[in-house]
């Protein structure tokens, strides 16, 4: 553990966690489609009290900035979203291809310092965690 601190204080640390949003009934999948559309077209303004800088829009292959100015994404073409928050945080968004359901990929980062107490950026990291989790779901409706 001692090899793993040394890293998170030389390279920063990274903390990461999954959210699954279940799209139930006949309409599941329309629900879905809409979902993804909403963060395509719509994204929020911020998560967790970070504020949006870009969405990277796989399905256009466009970054858009907040205030609608877009340049060309390089990379393949999908139905994914990614969303770059202050400070190196972001999620991405993009739905399953198997089932009625939005998957939400949350990383969050804090920079490299020598002198971090690690206990407590973990601390911080968790709870920011679950307040992604928390404005990802009202975002979503569930």
């Given at each position: 553990?001692?090899?793993?601190?040394?890293?998170?204080?030389?390279?920063?640390?990274?903390?990461?966690?999954?959210?699954?949003?279940?799209?139930?009934?006949?309409?599941g999948?329309?629900?879905?489609?809409?979902?993804?559309?909403?963060?395509?077209?719509?994204?929020?303004?911020?998560?967790?009290?970070?504020?949006?800088?870009?969405?990277?829009?796989?399905?256009?292959?466009?970054?858009?900035?907040?205030?609608?100015?877009?340049?060309?994404?390089?990379?393949?073409?999908?139905d994914?979203?990614?969303?770059?928050?202050?400070?190196?945080?972001?999620?991405?968004?993009?739905?399953?291809?198997?089932?009625?359901?939005?998957?939400?990929?949350?990383?969050?980062?804090?920079?490299?310092?020598?002198?971090?107490?690690?206990?407590?950026?973990?601390?911080?990291?968790?709870?920011?965690?679950?307040?992604?989790?928390?404005?990802?779901?009202?975002?979503?409706?569930?």
């Amino acid at each position: 553990m001692k090899k793993l601190n040394d890293l998170f204080r030389q390279h920063g640390c990274h903390s990461e966690s999954q959210l699954n949003v279940q799209m139930p009934g006949e309409k599941g999948m329309e629900d879905m489609a809409a979902l993804m559309a909403k963060f395509h077209n719509t994204p929020p303004k911020s998560i967790a009290g970070l504020n949006l800088i870009q969405a990277r829009d796989y399905s256009t292959r466009k970054v858009i900035t907040p205030d609608g100015t877009a340049k060309r994404l390089d990379g393949p073409k999908g139905d994914l979203v990614i969303l770059d928050l202050e400070g190196g945080n972001y999620v991405a968004v993009r739905p399953s291809g198997t089932e009625p359901k939005v998957k939400f990929y949350m990383f969050t980062f804090d920079p490299p310092d020598p002198s971090a107490n690690l206990d407590a950026i973990k601390s911080a990291q968790a709870k920011r965690l679950k307040a992604m989790e928390a404005d990802l779901k009202a975002f979503s409706g569930v």
